[in-house]
Each structure stands twice: as C-alpha cells, then as structure tokens.
C-alpha cells in the first residue's frame, strides 16, 4: 500500500485548505484511512479517518465542523481522500500525514498504532 500527500502549503489565517492523498495497491477498497497531524514539538495526533467506501467517519473533537474528510471509491486498486479545512488558525499548522488501516468492517478509529502504511506527509503553514 502506498500513500502520497498532496494540497499543502501557506495559508491565511481564516482561510480554507484542501488536502489530497492517493492510496494505491492491491485490496484497498478494505482499508481505512486516516489523517493524523504532527506540529513542532508535539506528538502527532489525529485528525479524521474514514472506513472503506466512506461508509463512516470519525474527528478529534475539536475539529468538528471545520474538517471534512471525503472518500473517492472510484477505482479498484486506487482510492484518494480528501481533507477539506476550513477557517484555519496558528494551531492547525503542522506536518498532516495520511495513513492506512487494513479493516474490512465499516468502521475507522483514530489510534496510531492501528495505522501500518504511511505517507511522507505535507506541510500545512498558516501564517498572514
């Protein structure tokens, strides 16, 4: 399984960033996926996961209502997932990493140590 980030960079604070991440190999369509965030200093942490074909969703708390994270089922070796982040802040800057979960059920939780494949993740600047 391989995971590629995209959609990083500078952001105003207030403003809105999308990130993508394709997740390609062989039974993805059984695997979960998670974003997790890792800032300067802090352990990494997580954000959203989706279960397989985006049946489910789950959040941190306090990303509710300004996180989406979507699910493109389109393909069958290949699937990307988005994080759509509205009203950014100094406090979501941070390295956002996508990962995988081999969980044929329709659930996802965010629990690090259930995540085995990860991306190389993409840097989120928010600064004016």
């Known amino acids: 399984v391989q995971l590629v980030e995209s959609g990083g960079g500078l952001v105003q604070p207030g403003g809105s960033l999308r990130l993508s991440c394709k997740v390609s190999g062989l039974g993805i369509e059984y695997y979960a996926v998670a974003w997790f965030r890792q800032a300067p200093g802090k352990e990494r942490e997580g954000v959203s996961c989706v279960s397989r074909f985006g049946v489910s969703t789950s959040y941190q708390d306090s990303l509710k209502g300004r996180f989406t994270m979507s699910r493109d089922n389109a393909k069958d070796t290949e699937t990307t997932v988005y994080l759509q982040m509205e009203n950014l802040g100094p406090e979501d800057a941070a390295v956002y990493y996508c990962?995988?979960?081999?969980?044929?059920?329709?659930?996802?939780?965010?629990?690090?140590?259930?995540?085995?494949?990860w991306g190389q993740g993409t840097q989120v600047t928010v600064s004016s």
């Open positions: 990962a995988a979960e081999y969980r044929p059920d329709y659930n996802c939780y965010l629990r690090i140590a259930n995540y085995k494949f």
